[in-house]
């Protein structure tokens, strides 16, 4: 296997009035060259911030970031310059993360001269223009700007923006989560055929349960900074084994007609990510939850083969040996 | 044929400015049955809450007119009811749950106060204490302990803030609730819970309830009856089984393609081409034809009308038939 992205214990912690938030709580993960992992896990669960630290766009508070064989949160300011041009990222709100006074071109040609990639204004025409063409932006817009273009177009260029480094790893923080549905699928399958002929490697951030399992070969699911299980998307939507896993796949409403299904509805909501305690973080909601729970956090382990659950209770509960 | 417990008739709903007309809800019907759940599914831009504006009578006039159509609600057309008397039915026979419960509660009132307010306006002569009463009440009935009550919004969640709106839409017990996207703003966990909450509650007040949103998920857990709405006009009705299991109209078809389904696995999906009609500049003929994979020289002419292809079930398409 050639592993891309290796993260290990990885932590973020922001100081509030309060205490401290643990954010990012002690995960580790490994992505391999071409794949995309999934990250999953409803509001307050960390997961964006952990797209973020991953790039190193937020410092970490501990762990390592091994990116290529080099820990990016030990190299230098220079050498981190250099690692983003493989590192990039697309953000969620294409209304916001778009400077409203640059037009398009020089908008998706910014990174280009960042990083000082070309000698002349007609090789940066060239490269604009072919980037625009392969995320299926017309040239007429080239000279347009971001209001004068929908969701799905303006989504057209933050990808655009993102793959014109040619990078090796995307970090895609709820691509289409402000998109209409018949939108999404364009964008959706954009991102996959850039993969599949550039070979990106993505780290794909969402909470919509039915795109992540669409389109990422491994999914991990996050819950209050910790990892609570991971797997490949066929086994953990097959099999799920975290209570939590269980609850978060039997809420999604199907578009079937007459699909009742057998429904977990959780109590409650997920609890304060500030100062929290040795214990299991999903234990308050957890219809198996024993005083252990209570009193220790669980360790990510491996189950079964290549499927990671960090409970305490998984073997009772899936009846394994 | 009995009478519609609520009929919306060729509604037509126009923002007019200066530089532009927006033709936002273009000749809207559905009706509605005591104690029916009907879901209005569409994208952006597709004038579903333009529609439940019209109902209420608060479409923002200006630069929002209704031009043409008709409301009936329990018999009597809401479209020539003076404002006084809509003040009357907003938010006593008729109450809405808004789609951002951050924005639609009031800072500064705890949430008891922002019940008492609407349970005051409609239920007059009561005590202090019975309207405080009344509004511990409703909390608790929304799954939210009545020691929460005098409590701000900023103290509660996501989840229960949503739970707060219900509450507030439900006080005077409402023989039509038009709910707008009430759970987009939520996690799917918190949304199973609000589902099953309104699903409860519709059980046991025989509220009929107008779902609007644009997850064909939660319609097929919730509505009876589902309208498929495309710039401003119904392309598809029926029953939920209609719909899901015998859909007609190819706009239909392609939101269903285009939803990843977590039972198959990840081939690619299949996208709607182009972009979702612009209301300020629709297109000659059929709304959906520039979009349309099945379109025809007559699609780009003249404009279908919906027609019944099966009892109950009505299509707005030329070709539905033979495709």
Redesign the interface.
């Known amino acids: 296997m050639d592993t891309l992205l290796e993260i290990k214990d990885l932590k973020k912690y922001f100081p509030t009035p309060k205490g401290l938030l643990h954010a990012v709580d002690g995960i580790s993960f490994q992505v391999e060259r071409g794949e995309t992992l999934g990250i999953v896990g ?2 307050g669960c960390g997961k964006s911030t952990l797209g973020r630290v991953c790039l190193h766009l937020l410092d970490s508070t501990g762990g390592q970031i091994i990116f290529e064989g080099k820990d990016v949160t030990q190299v230098s300011k220079h050498e981190l310059h250099e690692l983003r041009r493989d590192m990039q990222m697309i953000f969620q709100d294409p209304y916001s993360s778009l400077n409203p006074r640059m037009n398009v071109s020089s908008i998706i040609g910014e990174p280009l001269l960042i990083h000082k990639m070309c000698s002349s204004k007609e090789e940066f025409a060239k490269r604009v223009k072919e980037t625009m063409d392969v995320v299926g932006l017309a040239p007429r817009t080239a000279y347009l700007y971001p209001h004068e273009l ?4 303006r989504q057209r260029i933050g990808i655009a923006r993102a793959i014109i480094m040619d990078p090796k790893l995307i970090v895609c923080d709820e691509p289409v989560s402000a998109l ?7 964008i ?2 954009l991102l ?1 055929e850039l993969q599949r002929e550039r070979k990106l490697t993505y780290m794909f951030v969402t ?1 919509n ?3 992540v ?3 990422s070969n491994n999914i991990a699911v996050l819950y209050l900074g910790t990892m609570a299980e991971k797997a490949s ?2 086994d953990l ?1 097959a099999n799920p084994l975290h209570p939590y896993t269980k ?14 299904r057998e ?1 977990i ?2 109590k409650g ?2 609890t304060s990510p500030i100062n929290v305690e040795d214990r299991c973080r999903f234990a308050p909601r957890c219809l198996y939850a024993t005083e252990l729970c209570a009193s220790q956090n669980p360790v990510l382990e491996e189950v079964m083969p290549n499927h990671f659950v960090a409970c305490h209770h998984v073997r009772e509960i899936n009846n394994l040996k | 044929m009995a009478e519609k417990f609520l009929e919306v008739k060729n509604l037509r709903i126009e923002y007019r400015t200066e530089a532009e007309t927006v033709y936002a809800v273009n000749g809207m019907g559905f009706d509605l049955e005591k104690g029916q759940t009907i879901g209005l599914v569409g ?2 831009g597709a004038g579903k809450s333009t529609t439940a504006l019209g109902i209420l009578g608060l479409v923002p006039d200006p630069p929002g007119v209704v031009v043409d159509g008709e409301i009936f609600f329990e018999g009597e057309d809401l479209l020539k009811k003076s404002e006084k008397e809509l003040r009357e039915i907003r938010g006593g026979k008729i109450s809405m749950i808004f789609q951002d419960p951050m924005t639609a509660l009031n800072p500064v009132m705890t949430v008891g106060a922002q019940i008492m307010e609407v349970v005051q306006l409609h239920e007059k002569g009561l005590s202090k204490q019975e309207y405080r009463k009344k509004a511990e009440e409703m909390l608790e009935l929304v799954g939210i302990p009545a020691g929460r009550a005098w409590e701000y919004p900023h103290q509660f ?4 803030k949503q739970r707060v709106v219900i509450a507030i839409a439900l006080a005077n017990n409402p023989a039509l609730l038009i709910a707008d996207e009430p759970t987009t703003a939520l ?7 609000i ?2 909450l309104i699903n409860n509650l519709k059980e046991k007040l025989n509220t009929s309830v107008i779902m609007i949103t ?8 919730v509505c009876d009856k589902v309208s498929i709405v495309y710039a401003g006009q119904v392309v598809e009705s029926g029953t ?2 209609d ?3 015998h859909m007609m109209h190819p706009y239909t078809q ?10 198959t ?2 081939k ?5 081409a182009g ?2 009609a612009d209301p300020a500049n629709l297109p000659v003929g059929c709304n959906f034809s520039p979009r349309c994979p099945h379109a025809t020289e007559e699609c780009m002419k003249s404009e279908p009308q919906l027609r019944e292809v099966a009892p109950g079930h009505m299509v707005r398409c030329f070709n539905c038939t033979k495709l």
């Not at chain 1, 929908?150 to 177009?153: Q, S």
């Open positions: 409803e509001s929908d969701g799905g177009r209409d549905v018949s939108i999404q699928a364009q959706l399958n996959q909470h349960l039915s795109v399992k669409h389109i998307s066929q939507f609850a978060l796949l039997s809420a999604i409403p199907i578009a079937k007609a007459g699909a009742k429904r509805i959780l909501e997920i | 994208e952006t969640s996501g989840g229960m996690d799917v966990t918190i949304q199973a819970q589902l099953e644009h997850d064909l998920g939660v319609v097929a857990e939920v089984v719909v899901y299991d392609g939101l269903f393609d285009s939803i990843p389904d977590i039972s696995d990840g690619e999906l299949k996208a709607i972009q979702i």
